[in-house]
């Protein structure tokens, strides 16, 4: 018995070991695809704060609460199933799922380029008259979420094409892990982002003078935070988009634009000394980013001239 005992906890100890090792193997998988989700995560907080962007102070934050749970549901009961079980059964179709989602990234990132240089806008705006203010924020919540599931479908596709995890079971871990840090940071964020002038109009309330300017600061720099978060959300957007183009072509056998790419960046790398790695990736970053441009131009072209997607519904 002493030693059927033991040996008992000798395999017991085994167990342990292995399972902390998949859950080291779960973490480590989890954060280096969370990494290459940057862009993507970048975008989805820059483009959430305009859902509120208009409304009632009171109901900024239930709005996020609402969006948040939305993007909660999104991730883990809709597309977490769905990409175990292509990983599962179909791996193959995850590269044309990306293909989709950069090919989406960079219509979004042409289209509000077009918009800046004086295109026409598509869609309602805040100047249109507001009628019926609860039916108006349901549709902004349905709205988010709509968004959220489309970006956070291309954060899963690209948490899965990065992991390399053997068991199904794993890479569901390691796709809740992503799924669970993205909404917290980003939504977290976003919170911050959009009650920053409250707590601004609030310290100008104080008796101390450093309280009260760094109130007014924080209030007159919270317009430029989110001129600069879109901005910031567009270029992510490209970058992104036409990465995941460029790596597409190149895995279903296309290699001229990734290889002429990456040529290029390592001609910069190789040139510019010690800036090298910096010079290297920001040019890779924005032949990426002139790719989803071209490319999202001619998807705007088409569906807004050719098919008339949109058309009627420019804003005012």
Do not use: C
């Amino acid at each position: 018995m002493p030693g059927g005992l033991v040996a008992l906890l000798d395999d017991i100890s085994i167990i342990a070991k292995t399972a902390a090792a998949s859950v080291d193997d779960i973490t480590v998988a989890a954060s280096r695809a969370g990494a290459k989700t940057a862009g993507v995560v970048i975008d989805d907080a820059a483009v959430t704060p305009s859902y509120v962007t208009g409304l009632s102070p009171a109901r900024e934050l239930p709005i996020i609460w609402s969006i948040t749970k939305g993007s909660f549901k999104n991730k883990l009961l809709i597309l977490l199933p769905g990409a175990i079980l292509l990983s599962e059964f179909l791996p193959g179709a995850i590269i044309f799922i990306l293909m989709l989602g950069g090919g989406y990234l960079a219509y979004e990132g042409a289209e509000k380029v077009i918009e800046k240089l004086g295109g026409a806008k598509h869609g309602k705006t805040l100047d249109d008259p507001i009628d019926n203010p609860e039916e108006f924020e349901k549709q902004r919540i349905a709205g988010a979420i709509r968004t959220d599931l489309i970006l956070s479908a291309e954060i899963m596709a690209i948490t899965l094409n990065e992991i390399e995890l053997d068991l199904w079971w794993e890479r569901g871990l390691a796709l809740a892990l992503v799924a669970i840090m993205v909404t917290v940071a980003v939504y977290g964020a976003v919170a911050i982002i959009v009650k920053m002038d409250d707590i601004g109009l609030y310290l100008t309330k104080k008796r101390s003078q450093i309280a009260r300017s760094f109130g007014r600061g924080l209030v007159a720099f919270v317009p430029h935070l989110l001129t600069a978060l879109s901005f910031i959300g567009t270029i992510a957007m490209l970058w992104v988009g036409g990465g995941i183009l460029l790596h597409g072509t190149h895995e279903l056998g296309f290699h001229a634009l990734y290889d002429a790419t990456h040529g290029l960046e390592s001609a910069v790398q190789s040139t510019t000394g010690s800036f090298g790695g910096l010079l290297g990736w920001l040019t890779y970053a924005a032949l990426s980013a002139v790719l989803a441009l071209v490319v999202g131009a001619i998807i705007v072209f088409v569906l807004h001239k050719v098919l008339k997607v949109g058309h009627g519904e420019e804003a005012h």
